[in-house]
């Protein structure tokens, strides 16, 4: 069937207006990967709003991060928003279970061979699971969502920690916080790939790296990035842990422990829960959005932390409100896209060419050499604009 050119404004052909900046057809890229729920269930895959970024270097942005910007809009919109705020205690008792049972399965591995079969399916569906539930208990906590007060929060974070095998509790809070506070700028927010990760893995075998290895990345990164000034709780968090591990060990032999900490390696990679830290802010398709939901059923097992606009937006709503906030606020989130798949967010991360290392929004860090040097040329072209206004004012009055 020949197409009617007469509705298309004087274009000569249908991809006409449809290159990217790489002379690529949108028709030839890869399906689009993330969706609105307004979309409806059948969404087109190709139906793409962006050409793709540039995959040589990060997304640099002058804009302010977005979540600030709609916590407003919808507290105007919904002032009930804030009866959602405030600690949950049903958080305690889900993470007393989820310790008790990592720490009894680590006891009753202990005459099995951690080169066993079974031990290894254990430590991969059961405790990658379960270490990577503990993990983010850990972020809710960071939070303050489990106590009204700050000490219980701390103390049950360590808690949470103990079948982790490795402290990190204390150290993340100031990390996370940051993240929150500074979302996308350079040197500060350590959840942001450093320029060496840019070079050395910033293809598909980089790509198969990072994603099975990415755990150690969030763990290392931050402390080459922006080291923390230690304080009491640090300290706390690493001598009750290695207590712990000590107890462990000289109970029980080393196999409890190399089954927790295997735990721990599973639940940060290639595992169907971890998608979670690449769907959470790196950017699809071309958008300049630098955050993504997922509202699909792994949520059950990782506090709802899939709801991460949400959760941006308002962090003091605890896990168990931000589908009530969802709900609250349609306005503002079916129209944002999100991801319907975590497993398949790390299959298509390590596949498209068109999502890497790369696809991350960065800002110049506040007070940085470079931001200043952004900043006096903003104020030499702001004064060279109020002198020329002034001169053309005298020459005005001048003339009158």
């Not at 940051?178 to 500060?188: A, L, P, S």
């Not at 306005?331 to 991801?339: G, L, Q, T, V």
């Not at 110049?364 to 006096?376: F, H, I, P, R």
Request: neutral net charge; glycine residues 6%.
């Amino acid at each position: 069937m020949s197409a009617d050119f007469s509705l298309y404004g004087g274009a000569e052909s249908l991809d006409e207006g449809r290159k990217t900046a790489n002379g690529v057809s949108y028709a030839d890229r890869s399906p689009r990967r993330v969706f609105s729920p307004k979309e409806g269930s059948e969404p087109d895959l190709k139906a793409f709003t962006a050409p793709p970024q540039d995959p040589k270097d990060f997304l640099w942005l002058m804009t302010e991060e977005p979540h600030r910007t709609r916590r407003m809009a919808i507290m105007k919109a919904h002032p009930e928003v804030t009866k959602l705020m405030g600690h949950e205690p049903l958080t305690k008792y889900v993470v007393l279970f989820v310790v008790s049972l990592q720490l009894g399965l680590a006891v009753y591995l202990r005459h099995t061979s951690p080169f066993s079969p079974w031990f290894i399916f254990a430590a991969y569906a059961i405790g990658g699971t379960a270490n990577h539930n503990l993990f983010l208990a850990i972020h809710e906590i960071t939070h303050n969502l489990a106590f009204k007060k700050i000490a219980p929060n701390k103390m049950l974070a360590i808690f949470a920690n103990l079948p982790i095998g490795i402290p990190y509790s204390a150290a993340f809070k100031g990390y996370h916080i940051e993240h929150h506070k500074f979302m996308g700028q350079d040197g500060v927010d350590t959840d942001l790939p450093t320029h060496l990760e840019l070079v050395l893995l910033n293809n598909v075998l980089g790509k198969v790296f990072f994603a099975t290895f990415q755990i150690l990345f969030y763990a290392l990164r931050p402390t080459f990035v922006r080291a923390q000034k230690l304080t009491q709780w640090h300290f706390i968090n690493i001598a009750v842990q290695l207590v712990l591990d000590y107890i462990l060990v000289s109970t029980f032999g080393p196999r409890p422990l190399i089954y927790l900490i295997m735990s721990s390696f599973f639940a940060g990679s290639l595992h169907p829960c971890a998608g979670h830290f690449i769907a959470e802010h790196y950017l699809w398709d071309g958008l300049e959005q630098e955050t993504y939901s997922y509202y699909g059923p792994l949520n059950v097992l990782a506090y709802n932390v899939g709801y991460h606009n949400e959760h941006h937006d308002f962090p003091s709503i605890p896990w168990t409100r931000l589908p009530a906030l969802r709900a609250l606020a349609p306005e503002f989130y079916d129209n944002i896209p999100s991801h319907p798949s975590w497993p398949m967010v790390i299959v298509n991360f390590i596949r498209d060419k068109e999502v890497g290392i790369y696809a991350r929004a960065k800002r110049l860090a506040k007070g940085s050499v470079a931001a200043a040097a952004v900043c006096k040329t903003k104020s030499a072209a702001g004064k060279k604009v109020v002198a020329e206004g002034e001169l053309e004012d005298s020459n005005s009055d001048k003339s009158d």
